[in-house]
């Protein structure tokens, strides 16, 4: 199955200027990919500081037959856009990309602040009734199918998907580190998706880049089995080869990205037992990576802070600290829901102080604290 997707969000502009498309080079890109076999292009309302949908409408729909691509769009529910403004919003996006439906359409983001709330009584999703409108616009014929992005846990997951048949698919960060992370729990959401018989879309395939590059021992684990293969391309392999997955997204931003994720993708089958080894292995000493190893958090299972895991606390902020672009990770944006989740507290209020001790005695009060200073600031 051609399932690697064109994700919109790290396209090549000029000059840095994130609104400014290098149509020459993005243009090709997206006819290459065309080329190809491959058909899925994923933008969103907020992606290049709201023009991906631009770029869309001009590379892709201008240029090429409504029916040789699909498109996904996403509706921003973070904005908090009022209820009486969904209509014109969502009419607005498709005016923009210059279409008359939507092959995908997802509510943007779900989570537990924005699906149940702080309280616990309800937050946005629930009280502008987002899930009702997309019904109706899939009844107009405006849109093809129902999904949401997802960004918590795989309890959550599990009780949106009963609550909400209409769903038809689900896109979730999913890479070799988040697999097993405790607050992305991507392995968990996974199978919680497959359970509820919907279908998979895979984002943040190479983390934002942070899985292109390993620690050399890391790369050398995964280079002495494939010489051929980059490194990124092991963690596309590794989404590409997992069952009921519609596509595996990757913001690609030149044509070597292109060409490399297309050559993975054309030859991709389910990784070996061996295969599999050396990849979590490879994991493992990334994990390992400064500033908090692994092997240490893992020294702090069962402590607590707020009533949420410390152990997920320091994994998120370290993990972040190790990527391309810190204030731009999956992770970092976990906590806020885990202690609305866990606690009911508002990470960006006043939060309860609260001395941290291990068994033994040791104050890591200021290591936790160190890490949700981080994370408070980072989140949004």
């Known amino acids: 199955m051609k399932n690697l997707g064109f994700g919109m969000m790290r396209l090549p502009v000029k000059n840095g200027n994130a609104q400014d498309f290098d149509y020459e080079e993005l243009n090709k890109m997206v006819d290459t990919f065309l080329e190809a076999g491959y058909t899925y292009f994923d933008t969103s309302f907020v992606y290049h500081e709201g023009h991906s949908e631009d770029a869309v409408r001009e590379a892709l729909v201008k240029r090429h037959p409504r029916d040789s691509y699909t498109i996904a769009d996403k509706f921003p529910t973070f904005n908090n856009v009022p209820e009486e403004e969904a209509d014109g919003l969502f009419e607005s996006q498709l005016k923009k990309v210059g279409v008359d439906y939507f092959d995908y359409y997802l509510m943007h983001n779900v989570q537990t602040v924005l699906y149940d709330g702080i309280d616990g009584n309800g937050g946005v999703i629930k009280k502008t009734r987002l899930f009702e409108h997309m019904k109706k616009w899939k009844e107009e014929g405006k849109i093809r199918h129902i999904g949401i992005s997802f960004h918590s846990s795989a309890d959550l997951l599990d009780r949106v998907l009963t609550e909400h048949p209409e769903i038809e698919f689900v896109q979730i960060p999913l890479n070799p580190v988040d697999w097993g992370s405790e607050f992305v729990q991507a392995g968990k959401c996974y199978d919680v998706i497959r359970r509820h018989g919907?279908?998979?879309?895979?984002?943040?395939?190479?983390?934002?880049?942070?899985?292109?590059?390993?620690?050399?021992?890391?790369?050398?684990?995964?280079?002495?089995?494939?010489?051929?293969?980059s490194i990124a391309s092991w963690s596309v392999r590794f989404a590409l080869g997992l069952p009921d997955v519609i596509a595996v997204l990757s913001g690609m931003s030149n044509e070597e990205q292109m060409q490399d994720n297309i050559h993975a993708s054309d030859d991709a089958k389910a990784l070996t037992?061996?295969?599999?080894?050396?990849?979590?292995?490879?994991?493992?000493?990334?994990?390992?990576?400064?500033?908090?190893?692994?092997?240490?958090?893992?020294?702090?299972?069962?402590?607590?802070?707020?009533?949420?895991?410390?152990?997920?606390?320091?994994?998120?902020?370290?993990?972040?600290?190790?990527?391309?672009?810190?204030?731009?990770?999956?992770?970092?944006n976990y906590f806020k829901n885990v202690l609305a989740e866990k606690a009911h507290l508002d990470l960006f209020g006043d939060l309860p102080e609260q001395e941290v001790r291990t068994a033994d005695g040791e104050d890591i009060t200021y290591l936790v604290e160190k890490a949700v200073r981080w994370l408070k600031k980072h989140s949004f």
């Open 198 to 229: 919907r279908k998979v879309i895979v984002m943040e395939t190479v983390k934002g880049g942070g899985l292109s590059y390993l620690p050399a021992e890391a790369e050398k684990i995964l280079k002495d089995l494939h010489p051929d293969w």
């Open 273 to 332: 037992e061996e295969e599999k080894k050396a990849l979590r292995r490879a994991m493992e000493i990334y994990r390992e990576n400064k500033p908090i190893p692994q092997s240490q958090i893992d020294t702090y299972k069962g402590l607590t802070w707020n009533h949420v895991p410390v152990t997920g606390i320091l994994q998120a902020y370290s993990i972040c600290q190790i990527q391309p672009n810190p204030a731009f990770s999956d992770d970092n």
